[in-house]
């Protein structure tokens, strides 16, 4: 894994720049509830009511009815995935993934024991439902793990039609669908994508999320919905660690009963889009020709797709010594591909110095094409 670069510099790690999060806001609704005195001392399991009842009233929104009974709080996005993986299966048992696929999961998968099968992802429509198919017929497989939405880091949202493609195509194959929504929130334009599980007729999508890339990656709180894996989920949610935080849980769930959360998304959606925007254009300007870059709809990850006779990691070499932070494309993936790809990170203020750190990128990326330095 990348180190983190300073705030000017250009990070690897996908977390937005304070600037982007409501501080303010989420100091004040921790204040509120660090005075709810006993209702922040004991074990909130399976999560502070309150907590799950503001869950529940969003997911209704997005065409999920589900009660605060059906919502497990969860430390972040990646517990949430390691719950609902070990909820369904056993160790070397066969996932199917998305290809490049966001590192964190990679290392779920690992953490529990399971194989990895890599299925091709287009960068805009998302993972690809053919070799879906083609590893349905081949392998056993117990699960799949998709990120619906504005995938990390190809930035890919799969269209309402695939998505329930996909769902059905799953319940079919009797396989459960483990999906990761965590970027759902941060779309650029229009209307707020459905999540796969809004098309889930047959309990079979176990929907995850979290507040860490809109609210604080520190507060540590996610959510799931289990759904007929609840009592298997709770369980090793018991066992893991008893419960969530419950400061935060009642702290987030102050700060979205004020509405401060969506009044906070309208200024961070506008944010990264004109973030993407300039650094793709930066990019286009400074790295060589044949260079590709993802075009995403959400969310603040771009995927530079460099000409085959440029090393992505021979460039994340050198611009770690310069103290410039790029995530390699070898981390996408289990299998060495992708060697020529980097993901940056655009969830930072434009300033000259991050544009001085892209045009050094890209340098470096002509200087790795022509074996000098």
């Known amino acids: 894994m990348c180190r983190r670069a300073k705030a000017d510099g250009a990070p690897a790690t996908a977390i937005p720049h304070p600037d982007y999060l409501p501080l ?14 006993l209702e922040i001392m004991d074990y909130a399991f399976p999560g502070k009511e309150s907590f799950r009842r503001q869950i529940a009233q969003r997911m209704a929104t997005l065409g999920v009815p589900v009660s605060p009974d059906d919502v497990l709080a969860t430390n972040g ?3 949430a995935i390691i719950l609902a993986l070990r909820a369904v299966t056993q160790p070397g048992d066969i996932v199917a993934v998305e290809t490049p696929s966001f590192p964190g999961i990679l290392q779920a998968l690992e953490v529990v024991g399971l194989q990895v099968i890599e299925i091709p992802t287009h960068p805009s429509d998302g993972l690809s439902l053919e070799g879906l198919q083609l590893a349905l017929d081949k392998w056993p497989l117990k699960a799949c793990v998709v990120v619906t939405n504005h ?34 929130d941060l779309y650029h334009t229009g209307d707020r994508p459905k999540p796969a599980k809004a098309f889930d007729r ?14 604080s990656a520190g507060l540590r709180l996610g959510w799931m919905l289990p759904g007929r894996y609840m009592a298997a989920a709770r369980q ?24 401060s959360y969506d009044r906070y998304l309208r200024s961070a959606r506008q944010h990264y889009r004109e973030s993407c925007e300039r650094m793709r254009a930066a990019i286009t300007r400074s ?33 770690r010594a310069e103290n410039i ?6 981390m996408f993936s289990t299998t060495n591909k992708y060697d020529n790809c980097l993901r940056l990170n655009s969830a930072n203020p434009w300033t000259e110095r991050i544009e001085q ?4 990128l890209g340098a470096l990326a002509h200087a790795e094409r022509d074996g000098s330095t």
């Open 325 to 330: 932070n790029v995530s390699p494309g070898l």
């Open 236 to 259: 090793h949610k018991y066992f893991a660690n008893l419960a969530t935080s419950s400061i935060s849980q009642l702290a987030v769930a102050h700060f979205l009963e004020q509405g």
């Open 357 to 360: 750190a892209v045009a050094r």
């Open 151 to 184: 995938s990390n880091p190809m930035g890919a949202r799969m269209p309402d039609e695939r998505k329930q493609q996909l769902v059905s195509m799953l319940a079919a194959a009797g396989v459960p669908l483990i999906e990761d929504d965590i970027y759902g």
């Open 77 to 79: 996005a990646q517990e």
């Open 202 to 215: 047959t309990d079979n999508v176990i929907y995850c999320s979290s507040f860490s890339k809109t609210i």
């Open 287 to 319: 790295f060589p020709e044949g260079t590709a870059v993802s075009r995403p709809q959400g969310g603040f990850v771009l995927w530079v797709q460099l000409p085959d006779n440029i090393s992505g990691t021979g460039v994340f070499q050198k611009a």
């Open 24 to 37: 303010r806001q989420i100091q004040q609704s921790t204040l509120w509830a660090a005075r709810r005195g």
